[in-house]
């Protein structure tokens, strides 16, 4: 006998990816990744995954300057129960992030093995 999870369910597994970007202002690679990432979130069904912009350059942010101040821009992806976030650093590439972003959509909150470096 197969047991169905609610679509409900399995949805809000999805969505509770979250993303966090570790930006600077002046930065070229930045601005290009910044691009790219906006475009992999144009997807239907990325559309709704949360993304939260960190500027290394702000004095509140200066654990993030001291560990990413020559890696920008870095994206961590993170999920509950994740030991560490999966990391995307310096050149953002397109299929690779939207790979990873739907990774686990259809698991049903089945738990995976996580990926973390």
């Not at 809000?12 to 990432?37: G, H, N, P, W, Y």
């Not at 992030?97 to 739907?102: M, P, Q, V, Y």
């Amino acid at each position: 006998m197969r047991l169905f999870l609610p679509y409900r369910f399995a949805a809000s597994q999805f969505l509770r990816v979250s993303l966090t970007f570790f930006t600077k202002e002046i930065c070229l690679l930045c601005i290009k990744a910044d691009k790219v990432l906006k475009d992999v979130l144009e997807a239907a069904d990325l559309k709704d995954v949360p993304v939260q912009k960190v500027d290394i350059m702000d004095p509140q942010n200066s654990a993030a300057f001291y560990k990413y101040c020559y890696d920008v821009p870095a994206l961590h992806v993170d999920r509950p129960g994740q030991d560490k976030p999966v990391k995307f650093m310096n050149y953002f590439d397109s299929d690779k992030i939207a790979e990873e972003l739907r990774r686990d959509k259809g698991q049903c909150g089945a738990r995976v093995a996580m990926r973390g470096k």
